[in-house]
């Protein structure tokens, strides 16, 4: 006939877990010993409770706490337990919801660098036609490195997703065309959303939108924003070709210092508004 008491160590082999579980499940009143050793402190357990044992374990695997479990042990009926199933099944759907939305954004990612990977910054300029776009622009004027990291800060502030800035290409820079013949370092920080924005007292934040419409596209490893001679040799490129730049250039963030710790690998596109020279 087997035995009906175990020590600590063969009650826990037969479920898998510690010793030092059990333990904690003493210490906090979970799961007590049927008896502890007065002369070496040593617990014992019954295989008569390994039904709670198991009823624990099942409900920690769907993700109840130790407390939760041990309130539904006080007043343990088949009421309760139905109460504690349907409670448990609307925060497993509300997981589900929010695994599903980082799934789709993960995947977002993967298509994005996996796009870009595939471009180089030696590629040539490329003409696109662009949907209009909306986004988060940050009013404050750009100063230093310091003022985008408080504009980083300000404009995340305002979204409601999973995961929406590391590996994606959502921030950039935004500069009047006029900037290319007067000189003036004038930019500010923009950041895409394609969700509704609450900017309930948001005074150095705006919803923006960005026309569509034709694009010159061009792959920089740095902005340039200081001279943009790059920017000015690009619509100088195209005025030759019987367009002039109009509206806001775009610096996108392509390759961020989220995905990589080399400066030097951080990479922008810029986007230069053109309409055609009547």
Known sequence: MRKEILTISEFASLRGITAETLRHYDRIGLLKPAFTDSSTGYRYYSILQYEQLS??????????????????FEDRNPHSAL??????????????????????????????????????????????TLPERKALVWKTPLDSDVDIGYGFADLEEHLNEVAPIFAANRYGLLMPASVLKTGEKRSSLLLFTDEPAHLSGAEAVEVRRIPGGLYASALLYQPETDD???????????????????????????????????RDQVLYEVQLPLVPCI
């Open 55 to 72: 009823t624990i374990l099942e409900l920690r695997q769907m993700g109840m706490s130790l407390s939760e479990i041990r309130s539904f």
């Open 83 to 128: 109460e504690l199933l349907t409670e448990r099944k609307l925060v497993l759907q509300a997981e589900i919801q929010k695994l599903r939305q980082l799934e789709t954004a993960v995947s977002s990612k993967i298509s994005h660098l996996e796009d870009i990977l595939s471009r180089k910054a030696s590629d040539p300029p490329r003409l696109v």
């Open 228 to 262: 943009l001679s790059e920017v000015k040799r690009l619509s100088r490129s195209y005025q030759s070709q019987g367009y002039r730049t109009e509206g806001e250039i775009i610096f996108i963030s392509q390759i961020d210092l989220s995905v990589t710790g080399c």
